[in-house]
């Protein structure tokens, strides 16, 4: 279990984070939804160690992480950061295979090449990273992520998975694709934390969701709990969103119809 | 021709993995290397005959004159020596610093660390006398080889806490910054220069332009400890430096300790300029070209990239030595302008390329 503790993070004299607690247990895929520059990378930033709290703190296991140095936390989560940009024409192989060294894959190039597959990018082995688009960069380091964990539990603990918005350049096929990914990550006992801006998504794939706003909690719990309209409109400033048909006349398309009529992606 | 290249050796691989053009590469290196020693070794103002030369080097038999054995034992082994030491310490400093700024236009002659360590050298001649006296007595012969590995290390120390922020290095800062950083150090050599008598200003004159034939077995061991500094530190830095492309978190992420790496890097690029600018003077180009180079064929791994470029740079800085000491026999070019000449364009196409928004050596 990852637990974080009254969490403070005051950068430059403003308050980011605000005493901000919430528990990722084994099994469970947990989406942080918010506003910009409500600290939702903020939070994910002291989930994985990348900066260390002003106040609370956070533990892995009941392992305070900054005891832990860098290989000891690589060993326990993974992370996909936001868009990425290379100076030198590395591969799409060469980069998932530096997810795969740090895990320490004793063939870390086979491991690469089954995490590419994993995320729908056989063949794209040979591609330099710069020349691919956006979805697909995000995909390559997905799969960099997931060969840096590739098993939801490693000697019987669960590792984690933090994504920072996963689907930000994805197409909706992609989208769910990855989401996909994640939640079986979690079932299989895996630990899953993802920043999304879909509300769609939040509502179809969250076992907790974490609403954020201006550094604080807003709400906490099951889709049920969170995703009510006195929420929405507290942390969003819309109202008379959730659960309701526009007009006939207006098209929209909504992911989890997916499961009752039509194709199965 | 450059851009010709990488297509014609990116077929090879269609699978992506570049891990055995990069084995190929190194064993074909070696192979030039070899080669090249031989060159330098029989080739000069007097030629020795390559035959006579291997049955000597074996030690089966001596066809060559005492003329000869004294060419080559008292000045073209050392010289050769010297060059594949030089070489390799500037080609894996620049593959090295490319790394550690993210960027391919990063040199340690381009960016003034060069010149830090050259500024540091010259204040040891010209000081190590009288203010410097006491350092001189403790430091000795390695005076001036420690001290530019000092002024190696203050430059590049200054200009990663100038050009880097929240570890991203900016192009333009680090040139700009390289190039102020670099004057700072011409400055104050210029008033050392200004205030040196005539037996120093003579040592000077030989690290403005560069050169290898001032070497002999003392200068070459006095260099070969630094170049094995690198050496043993090159594989420690080559996964952390690939994996600090893709930034500092996500280097951090997949276990990297990257303050370490960076301190390390530091460390030993300042170590291998300062080491070759105290031997050889400034010798520029090296750096850039042969990383570049290479870059082009095996990718940007640093796991093949580094000692790719150590036997390149070595490989390279031979040729170089002997183009200087046959061009013009018996006079000898100085090696820092035969490098500068080949050196000078492919620093321009890199220039190109980047301002036309491609990256080098792309493979698709």
């Known amino acids: 279990m990852i637990d974080a503790r009254n969490i403070t993070v005051i950068r430059q004299g403003r308050t980011l984070l605000d005493e901000v607690s919430i528990a990722l247990v084994p099994g469970s895929l947990t989406v942080v939804v918010g506003p910009n520059g409500a600290g939702k990378s903020t939070l994910l930033k002291c989930l994985s160690g990348d900066i260390k709290p002003s106040a609370g703190g956070v533990t892995y296991h009941g392992h305070d992480i900054h005891t832990q140095d860098a290989v000891s936390l690589a060993a326990q989560r993974a992370v996909l950061p936001q868009a990425t940009e290379l100076a030198f024409p590395f591969t799409a192989l060469e980069i998932v295979r530096m997810g795969a060294v740090a895990y320490g894959a004793t063939e870390p190039g086979l ?96 076992d907790q969701v974490v609403v954020l706003s201006h550094g604080r909690i807003i709400a906490k719990g099951s889709t049920q709990q969170t995703m009510t309209d006195d929420i929405i409109r507290e942390v969003y400033g819309i109202g008379g969103a959730v659960n309701r048909l526009p007009q ?18 | 021709m450059l851009r010709a290249l990488p297509s014609v050796f990116s077929v090879a691989e269609p699978d992506g993995d570049r891990s055995r053009q990069g084995m190929r590469v190194i064993v074909i290196l070696l192979l030039l290397l070899v080669i090249a020693s031989a060159v330098s070794l029989s080739q000069g103002s007097s030629s020795v005959d390559l035959h006579h030369l291997w049955l000597y080097l074996t030690g089966r038999g001596s066809e060559l004159t005492l003329q000869e054995r004294v060419v080559v034992e008292a000045v073209r082994l050392p010289r050769t020596a010297m060059a594949i030491l030089v070489g390799a310490g500037l080609a894996v400093s620049g593959a090295m610093m490319q790394g550690l700024f993210r960027n391919p236009l990063a040199d340690p002659g381009i960016v003034g660390v060069t010149s830090g360590a050259a500024l540091f050298a010259v204040t040891a001649i010209v000081l190590g006398g009288s203010i410097l006296a006491p350092v001189s007595a403790l430091l ?134 300062g080491a070759t600018v105290a031997v050889a003077g400034s010798i520029g180009f090296v750096g850039i070209v ?63 390329g980047k301002r036309n928004g491609r990256g080098s050596g792309d493979l698709s």
């Open chain 1, 111 to 206: 491991a690469a090449r089954s995490a590419l597959a994993r995320v729908g990018l056989s063949g794209f082995e040979a591609r330099s990273f710069s020349s691919l688009s956006g979805g697909e960069q995000q995909r390559v380091q997905f799969a960099r992520a997931l060969a840096q964990v590739p098993q939801p539990l490693e000697a019987g603990r669960p590792c984690a998975l933090f994504l920072d918005e996963p689907t930000a350049s994805l197409d909706l096929r992609h989208q769910i694709g990855v989401l996909e990914i994640a939640k079986a990550f979690a079932r299989s006992g895996g630990i899953v934390l993802t920043i999304l801006h879909d509300l769609n998504l939040t509502a179809e794939f969250a």
């Open chain 1, 248 to 265: 006939a006349s207006v098209p929209f398309v909504l992911p989890q119809s997916r499961h009752i009529g039509g194709l199965d992606l």
């Open chain 2, 140 to 273: 000795g012969n390695q005076m001036i080889t420690l001290m530019a590995f000092m002024g190696g290390l203050i430059n590049t120390w200054l200009l990663y806490k100038i050009a880097t922020r929240g570890g991203y290095t900016n192009t333009s800062t680090l040139v700009l910054s390289g190039i102020a950083v670099g004057a700072m150090s011409g400055a104050l050599t210029g008033l050392l220069i200004f205030v040196a008598d005539d037996r120093q200003l003579r040592d000077i004159t030989f690290w403005s332009l560069g050169s290898l034939s001032g070497s002999t077995y003392p200068r070459v061991l006095s260099v070969l400890p630094f170049v094995i500094l690198l050496t043993v530190i090159t594989p420690m830095v080559a996964r952390g430096l690939d994996a600090l492309v893709l930034g500092d978190a996500a280097a951090f992420h997949m276990g990297i300790r990257v303050q370490r790496i960076k301190r390390l890097v530091i460390l030993a690029v300042a170590a291998a300029c």
């Open chain 2, 290 to 352: 042969v990383p570049h180079l290479l870059r082009l064929v095996i990718g940007p791994s640093h796991r093949f990239l580094l000692p790719a470029s150590a036997i390149g740079g070595a490989t390279l800085l031979l040729l170089a030595d002997s183009v200087a000491r046959t061009i013009a026999a018996p006079a000898e070019l100085p090696i820092g302008i035969v490098t500068a000449l080949f050196g000078a364009p492919v620093f321009l196409f890199l220039l190109i």
